[in-house]
């Protein structure tokens, strides 16, 4: 699972696509906190990451959003600047 970003102790990853891993998302891990987010709307839906956590996760993927999209889609993988 390619690691796409580093920020506030945060670890972005995204698998390779599967059918079974619709819809597209990614993984985020905070220590021993993990989370799926959505790439449509940021919001996570499976998980125990804190609030706090869960909205910098969000704002990196408003950020980067069609970024994201774009490597779901093509699996081809690439390292994000950090939000701040």
């Given at each position: 699972m390619p690691v796409i970003s580093r920020f506030h102790?945060?670890?972005?990853?995204?698998?390779?696509?599967?059918?079974?891993h619709?819809?597209?998302?990614?993984?985020a891990i905070f220590?021993?906190?993990?989370?799926?987010?959505?790439?449509?709307?940021g919001?996570?839906?499976?998980?125990d990451i804190p609030p706090k956590e869960q909205r910098l996760v969000k704002a990196f993927v408003l950020k980067y959003r069609?970024?994201?999209?774009?490597?779901?889609?093509?699996q081809q993988f690439s390292v994000l600047e950090p939000i701040e």
């Open positions: 102790g945060i670890v972005i990853k995204m698998y390779l696509r599967q059918k079974e619709n819809p597209p998302h990614i993984h220590g021993d906190y993990v989370g799926m987010f959505s790439l449509s709307d919001e996570m839906y499976e998980g069609e970024a994201l999209l774009m490597m779901w889609n093509t």
